[in-house]
């Protein structure tokens, strides 16, 4: 049994109430490990240190550049441990080694990319009149909480804290219950550093208690949320009571747009991709395919084969499509599958996968739903598994009008060799990131990621994430 920590102001600590919350390997829902259910006591503890370090002299010397230091000996430390960690992120989340390993691999890009922006945040001079010399600095804006989801720890957890302390911020983590271990591990990385007390903290726990209890307290300045849409509203009011900004990344419908000029072989491989990712539990997976209605069928056609080739099982196995993580998920997508199945058909799929040796899983063979109305909410809602939705359309009027027809905007795809059609489409679309002929990007660290709409709002990644965690202060100086 591994029994993991909370780590506050540089020290080891189980929760106040001493109480400890089981963590299941999701390829067979065995009990693994353990961590410490985190109160509010704790994450008052966790803030208080941030807080103390962020307002110390000595975290005010730390010169920008010997931030960058700290960050890339995190990288480093990330890559010395890359298979270690591949293997727990998919015995915490159970996505096959492969997309673990890159997970892995971004979470050191995060730490390297943020760390070699850390002393290049500039200001601006601004022209007022003669005699007056205005400028601007970007400070950092605090004690930053980053509230984490269970699908991406690794990855999520690294893109907004490097950001926060690259900038020169303290941070308070609360880590998703479910997936803790690569948190876990990446903090006894900040520990092995001469990292001063409490400039990152890490606070385990349920949402409902130790979460809340961070969003809503009235001594941190800024929110990261990853996570659903209900549960972003929550921290969204939490944090306002103390006019506390959030940035929040949530969830998402995402469209893959197939125009029949297309080239069908990289859009099946894109369109395939962009939704099995970890068993479809991504917030910008691929949901919807969007078909012009002349190449449908032979399209369609290509694409069922393909995920008939698809192997499922457990992510140590390095198969295509993984575990889902829990009962509870596993329940809600069964429901809206039953549910397809009666308003639409099934072209592949649509079933629980016994895998030998694995019984207690929960497994789905990749899905395949056409025939629904747009408005269903098979084709509106977050299903968070492996299963296509199908709609076809009419010229880019109405690709378009679909695309856009939900509460999200997270990402879109578009796969068509005409570049006029591509940019007619990136021009009007209601996404955060629109990609053509390709779908991802490899990953993107240094582009910025986030929503329209309901996907949220902030901009995670890139240089873009700075500004979350810098405040600008104007100066301005007479000397005549
Ligand atoms: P979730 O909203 O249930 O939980 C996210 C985190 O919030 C967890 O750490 C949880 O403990 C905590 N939490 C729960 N209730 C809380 C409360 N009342 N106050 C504060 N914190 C609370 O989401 P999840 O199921 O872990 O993750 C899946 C969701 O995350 C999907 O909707 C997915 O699309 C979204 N997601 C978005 C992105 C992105 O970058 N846009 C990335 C990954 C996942």
Known sequence: MKEMLMYINNQWKESTSGKF????????????????????????????????AFESEEWKKVKPHERGYLLNKIAHRIREEKESLAMMETQDVGKPLTQAKADVEAAARYFEFYGGVADKILGETIPIE????????????????????????????????????ATGNTAVV?????????????????????????????????????????????????????????????????????????????????????????????????????IIQNAGQTCSAGSRLLI??????????????????????????????????????????????????????????GRQLDIGGYDR???????????????????????FGPVLTVFEFEGEDEALRLANDTEYGLVTGVW??????????????RSGQVFINNYGAGGGIQMPFGGFKKSGFGREKGLEALKNYTTVKNVAIKYR
């Open 21 to 52: 919350i089981d963590v299941m390997d999701p390829a067979d829902q065995s009990v693994y490990g353990k961590i410490p259910q985190g109160s509010k006591e704790d994450v008052d503890k966790a803030v208080e240190a941030a807080r103390k």
């Open 130 to 165: 003669d005699g007056i010399l205005d400028f601007t600095v970007r400070e950092p804006v605090g004690v930053t909480a980053h509230i984490v989801p269970w699908n991406y720890p690794i990855q999520i957890i690294s893109r907004s804290v490097a950001a926060a302390i």
């Open 174 to 274: 609360k880590s998703a219950e479910d997936t803790p271990a690569t948190a876990y591990r990446l903090a006894q990385f900040f520990d092995e550093t001469d990292l001063l007390p409490g400039v990152f903290n890490l606070v385990t726990g349920y949402g409902k208690e130790a979460g809340a209890s961070l969003a809503g307290h009235p001594d941190i300045n800024h929110v990261t949320f990853t996570g659903s849409v209900p549960t972003g509203i929550s921290v969204m009011k939490a944090a306002a009571e103390n006019v506390v900004p959030v940035t929040l990344e949530l969830g998402g419908k995402s469209p893959n747009i197939v125009f029949a000029d297309c080239d069908q072989e990289k859009a099946i491989q894109g369109v395939v991709k962009a």
């Open 292 to 349: 012009d209605r002349t190449v449908k069928d032979e399209f369609l056609e290509k694409v069922t084969n393909a995920f008939q080739e698809l192997q499922v099982g457990p992510g140590k196995d390095d198969v295509d499509i993984g575990p889902i993580l829990s009962k509870s998920q596993f329940e809600k997508i069964i429901a809206y599958l039953k549910l397809a199945d009666k308003d639409g058909e099934i072209l592949t799929g």
């Open 361 to 383: 899983g929960y497994y789905i063979a990749p899905t395949i739903i056409d025939g629904l109305d747009h408005n269903h909410p098979a084709a509106q809602e977050e299903i």
């Open 416 to 429: 068509t060799e005409n570049i006029g059609k591509a940019h007619r489409i990136a021009d009007r679309i």
